[in-house]
């Protein structure tokens, strides 16, 4: 009896470890930045005989490439980047994680400024909102857009001025599809904060707020952002399976089925961390966030959607899926991106980029501001990367996430001051 007791004892924490994989270790790892030069192929040689992995994408002529080194390939590293000149934004990973791990304690009873001083766990998360619209219930509602193929519900909060809710147009701000991107959760999340604590105070927020429907979904990859604290900060997809393949995880923002066959903006290779699904619009995210979003669409019209990742320091416009297909609104919302970044450069003196997804970045097909621009039909449509541009990268010091909702804020202000 006691040996088994003991056999089932030892069973259940093989099956407790089994549900709960143990963290990717990224102690020692290091996190440099290097020129790419003209000619592309030397560092992406380098790159691929390694085995490193990159933070942005494929190295890019002309650009920097910023990429992860385990501490077993140092000596390899060091030696073929002989001559170039290699920079560190993490001398350890592991160690800058931690740091931003340290979640502070919370109660929903008890939600202030003070969140935005820190990063915070998912459950949390859901807590603020929820905090936040139990000090607001007669002009906020906590709205869900579907739900992930694990079945967390995509969770946001609905905020409404003196018309009551669901009547004004809707303006809605997505953040977070990139589950490793944590700074777009805070920025969205400052947003209805921003706006619900100063309605009251602030007659220029009153008249946004009665104008315009406001939703905001933090975090619109809930599986993959959970994946980011249990188990690997650098996830960026979804959890979705492959058949025929042992790698997990879909592009969710290379999903959105509109332009989805053009080759060349996305990855066929499920391993990929810009894995575009077996077919257009087969991820679960996607089927729910577009159908809400024509449902509010048909319900008060669309005004504005947003959709913020990190990092770079951009603000786009459609299309990514083409760099010669020009938005019949392009000149517009040219004007406003250019005015956007002008107010976020008058608020904290950062400097960002501003143009077409595909020549300001790069080729990106399926990615949810084509799809929203065109087949849902928003009037104005644009994505944003946030802070920084290389010093922290998807790792950014919790000092910076104020700063960042401030300087996203301005932007986004000049949108609402500034749409026809
Ligand atoms: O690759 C992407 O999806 C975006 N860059 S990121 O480093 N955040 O992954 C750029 C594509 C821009 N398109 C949209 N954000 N919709
Ligand atoms: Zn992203």
């Known amino acids: 009896m006691k040996l088994l007791l003991s056999v089932y004892g030892l069973l259940g924490l093989v099956s407790a470890a089994a549900l709960q994989p143990r963290k990717v270790s990224y102690d020692g790892f290091k996190v440099v930045r290097v020129p790419v030069g003209m000619d592309a192929s030397k560092v992406t040689d380098i790159v691929s005989q390694l085995g490193l992995s990159t933070w942005k994408g494929a190295p890019q002529a002309g650009r920097f490439a910023d990429i992860v080194v385990a501490p077993e390939k140092f000596d390899a590293f060091t030696k073929a980047t002989q001559g170039m000149e290699v920079s560190v934004m993490h001398e350890n990973l592991g160690e800058s994680i931690a740091q931003e791990s340290e979640f502070p304690d919370f109660s929903v009873a008890a939600v202030n400024s003070t969140w935005f001083n820190a990063y915070h766990s998912y459950a949390d998360h859901l807590g603020f909102l929820k905090g936040l619209q139990q000090q607001y219930p007669s002009q906020s509602e906590i709205v869900t857009s579907g739900s992930s193929l694990q079945g967390n519900a995509i969770t946001g909060i609905h905020l409404w001025g003196s018309a009551g809710k669901g009547v004004k147009p809707a303006i809605v701000i997505h953040g977070t599809v990139h589950a490793r991107e944590w700074i777009g959760t805070m920025v969205v999340e400052y947003f209805a904060y921003n706006l619900l604590t100063n309605y009251a105070s602030s007659s220029e927020i009153k008249g946004f707020v009665d104008k315009y429907d406001f939703y905001f979904f933090p975090v619109v990859n809930p599986d993959g952002f959970i994946y980011t604290q249990t188990t690997d900060r650098l996830w960026r997809k979804n959890r979705q399976s492959t058949s025929?393949?042992?790698?997990?995880?879909?592009?969710?923002?290379?999903?959105?089925?509109?332009?989805?066959?053009?080759?060349?903006?996305?990855?066929?290779?499920?391993?990929?961390?810009?894995?575009?699904?077996?077919?257009?619009?087969?991820?679960?995210?996607?089927?729910?966030?577009?159908?809400?979003?024509?449902?509010?669409?048909?319900?008060?019209?669309?005004?504005?959607?947003?959709?913020?990742?990190?990092?770079?320091?951009?603000?786009?416009?459609?299309?990514?899926?083409?760099?010669?297909?020009?938005?019949?609104?392009?000149?517009?919302?040219?004007?406003?991106?250019?005015?956007?970044?002008?107010?976020?450069?008058?608020?904290?003196?950062?400097?960002?980029?501003?143009?077409?997804?595909?020549?300001?970045?790069?080729?990106?097909?399926?990615s949810s501001v084509d799809y929203v621009n065109d087949v849902i039909g928003s009037d104005y449509t644009f994505t944003s990367e946030l802070r920084d541009t290389g010093n922290y990268g998807f790792v950014l010091p919790a000092n910076q996430i104020l700063p960042s909702g401030q300087e996203a804020y301005a932007g986004f202000r000049y949108l609402l001051l500034n749409m026809r």
């Open 244 to 366: 025929g393949s042992s790698c997990v995880g879909h592009d969710i923002n290379r999903n959105w089925n509109y332009q989805w066959s053009v080759s060349g903006g996305a990855s066929t290779n499920p391993c990929a961390e810009d894995f575009k699904g077996t077919s257009g619009g087969d991820t679960p995210e996607f089927k729910a966030l577009s159908s809400w979003l024509s449902g509010i669409k048909s319900k008060q019209g669309l005004k504005l959607f947003i959709d913020y990742h990190s990092y770079s320091q951009l603000f786009m416009t459609p299309y990514g899926y083409s760099c010669t297909a020009v938005s019949t609104k392009n000149t517009e919302l040219q004007s406003l991106a250019r005015g956007a970044v002008a107010a976020i450069k008058a608020q904290s003196g950062y400097t960002y980029q501003y143009g077409p997804i595909c020549s300001t970045i790069y080729k990106a097909t399926g």
